[in-house]
């Protein structure tokens, strides 16, 4: 598969930032005349750059899925930015009071600086970025406090363009990095205000309401969604945002995978009880309304273009989009002529809850064949069980979906066994 431009977008702008700082200079010698200095002002403006592309790879913005090849792609992203963004931020923080140190012996001096408001803005939205990180790390939290913990990145990034746009720096002295990193800052802005404010109204959505909201087997919530006027258009494998409106259950947006096929016209889903949200969708009732937005994600994007056999893998939970991918493989709905293997990964009979309806696709299909991986009896799923039913593994495209460690252990092990990295697909979430 061709690299996605995405990342590449990022390190160009990290590049253009670079040169920018160095043209401002009157000569280079002069970076190495006061290197801490040096040092503190390069990391603030790449620190700055990474800031504003993490508010930008958060807003949901469907074109983002094209650039990254998926919006847990862009979510990975997300995290990695604002790891290097926090990264640089706290190397400017240190390097200049390392850099006073050196030149006043002094770390008020360090710590008061100039004196002026814009200043201590900087410091400021430094110390309340920090936190609102530290509070994501260290505390359990809940999927809709993590989002509202989240909204609290607005404060260091508006203290942040005040000190950009007020103090007497490179970013003041040279229009072109000027216009740059502010340019930048702006689009965070633009993005924030999308994601915060107007995706509810704009992101593409449709109106549904609840025909059946039934429990299947001992923790899992199957839900029936028929739509009120137009139906989602969505292809096997993504996932949409579904906002909840019943009394007792929470109005905060939550992903959930589509499990019905795409050509059906209502949207099932099937949510395992995980935490406080998941536990009150067994308070739903018929006729409650609900709102789909997407639809997301790339997971399935490669079968149409794959004549060849397919394996896919769903463990516990994980089979929801794998039943979409099924039922539209048995039903051959995708284009091209592949045959498919699944894999139902849990860990005993009584937790195989769509098991039956899983086994009549492969006994209706030729070009759908249907293994039940119990890991109680058989132990945990891996690549060598999967050849003995399948036969050679580096000709065949993967798809596993499941928790974060099985997906990323088995990818591990089908690579070593000489598939291909590119042929083996999972999405992995974690919040989003």
Same mark, same amino acid.
């Given at each position: 598969?061709?690299?996605?431009?995405?990342?590449?977008?990022?390190?160009?702008?990290?590049?253009?930032?670079?040169?920018?700082?160095?043209?401002?200079?009157?000569?280079?010698?002069?970076?190495?005349?006061?290197?801490?200095?040096?040092?503190?002002q390069?990391?603030?403006?790449?620190?700055?750059?990474?800031?504003?592309?993490?508010?930008?790879?958060?807003?949901?913005?469907?074109?983002?899925?094209?650039?990254?090849?998926?919006l847990?792609?862009?979510?990975?992203?997300?995290?990695?930015?604002?790891?290097?963004?926090?990264?640089?931020?706290?190397?400017?923080?240190l390097?200049?009071?390392?850099?006073?140190?050196?030149?006043?012996?002094?770390?008020?001096?360090?710590?008061?600086?100039?004196?002026t408001?814009?200043?201590?803005?900087?410091i400021?939205g430094?110390?309340?970025?920090?936190?609102?990180?530290? $509070?994501i790390?260290?505390?359990?939290?809940?999927?809709?406090?993590?989002?509202?913990?989240?909204?609290?990145?607005?404060?260091?990034?508006?203290?942040?363009?005040?000190?950009?746009?007020?103090?007497?720096s490179?970013?003041?002295?040279?229009?072109?990095?000027?216009?740059?990193?502010?340019?930048?800052?702006?689009?965070?802005?633009?993005?924030?205000?999308?994601r915060?404010?107007?995706?509810?109204?704009?992101?593409?959505?449709?109106?549904?309401?609840?025909?059946?909201?039934?429990?299947?087997?001992?923790?899992?919530?199957?839900?029936?969604?028929?739509?009120?006027?137009?139906?989602?258009?969505?292809?096997?494998?993504?996932?949409?945002?579904?906002?909840?409106?019943?009394?007792?259950?929470?109005?905060?947006?939550?992903?959930?995978s589509?499990?019905?096929?795409?050509?059906?016209?209502?949207?099932?889903?099937?949510?395992?009880?995980?935490?406080?949200?998941?536990?009150?969708?067994?308070?739903?009732?018929?006729?409650?309304?609900? $709102?789909?937005?997407?639809?997301?994600?790339?997971?399935?994007e490669?079968?149409?273009?794959?004549?060849?056999?397919?394996?896919?893998?769903?463990?516990g939970?994980g089979?929801?989009?794998?039943?979409?991918?099924?039922?539209?493989?048995?039903?051959?709905?995708?284009?091209?002529?592949?045959?498919? $293997?699944?894999?139902?990964?849990t860990?005993?009979l009584?937790?195989?809850?769509?098991?039956?309806?899983?086994h009549?696709?492969?006994e209706?299909?030729?070009?759908?064949?249907?293994v039940?991986?119990?890991?109680k009896?058989?132990?945990?799923?891996?690549?060598?069980?999967?050849?003995?039913t399948?036969?050679?593994?580096?000709?065949?495209?993967?798809?596993?979906?499941?928790?974060?460690?099985?997906m990323?252990?088995?990818?591990?092990?089908l690579?070593?066994?000489?598939?291909?990295?590119?042929?083996?697909?999972?999405?992995?979430?974690?919040?989003?």
């Amino acid at each position: 598969m061709p690299k996605k431009p995405g990342p590449y977008i990022i390190l160009f702008s990290l590049l253009i930032t670079l040169n920018l700082f160095l043209l401002s200079k009157s000569s280079i010698g002069s970076v190495f005349n006061l290197p801490f200095l040096s040092i503190a002002q390069i990391s603030a403006l790449l620190g700055t750059i990474l800031f504003s592309y993490s508010f930008i790879l958060s807003s949901r913005v469907r074109a983002l899925e094209d650039l990254f090849g998926g919006l847990d792609k862009v979510y990975r992203w997300h995290h990695d930015v604002g790891v290097w963004s926090f990264s640089f931020l706290a190397i400017h923080f240190l390097s200049l009071i390392i850099n006073s140190l050196i030149l006043q012996f002094s770390l008020w001096s360090a710590i008061t600086s100039d004196g002026t408001g814009a200043y201590f803005a900087g410091i400021v939205g430094f110390f309340i970025m920090a936190g609102i990180i530290f $509070t994501i790390i260290f505390s359990k939290i809940r999927y809709e406090h993590f989002v509202n913990v989240q909204k609290f990145f607005s404060i260091p990034l508006a203290l942040g363009i005040f000190h950009v746009l007020f103090i007497s720096s490179d970013v003041s002295r040279s229009p072109l990095l000027g216009i740059f990193i502010l340019a930048h800052m702006f689009l965070a802005v633009m993005y924030y205000s999308y994601r915060g404010f107007f995706y509810k109204t704009f992101a593409p959505h449709k109106e549904y309401s609840v025909s059946i909201a039934e429990q299947k087997g001992a923790d899992i919530t199957e839900i029936i969604l028929k739509p009120k006027t137009d139906r989602i258009s969505f292809v096997p494998g993504q996932f949409g945002y579904f906002g909840f409106k019943s009394t007792g259950v929470s109005r905060e947006l939550h992903p959930f995978s589509f499990a019905s096929a795409e050509q059906d016209e209502h949207i099932r889903l099937a949510i395992k009880n995980v935490g406080d949200f998941t536990a009150q969708l067994k308070l739903l009732h018929e006729g409650d309304n609900v $709102t789909v937005y997407g639809p997301y994600g790339r997971f399935a994007e490669r079968i149409s273009e794959y004549n060849a056999e397919i394996v896919l893998v769903g463990a516990g939970i994980g089979i929801t989009p794998i039943l979409s991918i099924a039922h539209s493989l048995s039903s051959g709905s995708f284009k091209g002529r592949q045959t498919a $293997t699944l894999f139902y990964c849990t860990r005993n009979l009584a937790e195989a809850v769509f098991h039956a309806e899983l086994h009549s696709l492969g006994e209706i299909s030729d070009a759908f064949k249907y293994v039940l991986h119990l890991s109680k009896d058989r132990g945990y799923l891996n690549a060598d069980t999967i050849r003995k039913t399948v036969g050679k593994l580096d000709n065949k495209l993967f798809l596993i979906c499941g928790p974060i460690t099985m997906m990323r252990s088995l990818a591990a092990d089908l690579h070593k066994q000489g598939v291909p990295k590119e042929n083996i697909v999972f999405e992995e979430f974690k919040y989003a």
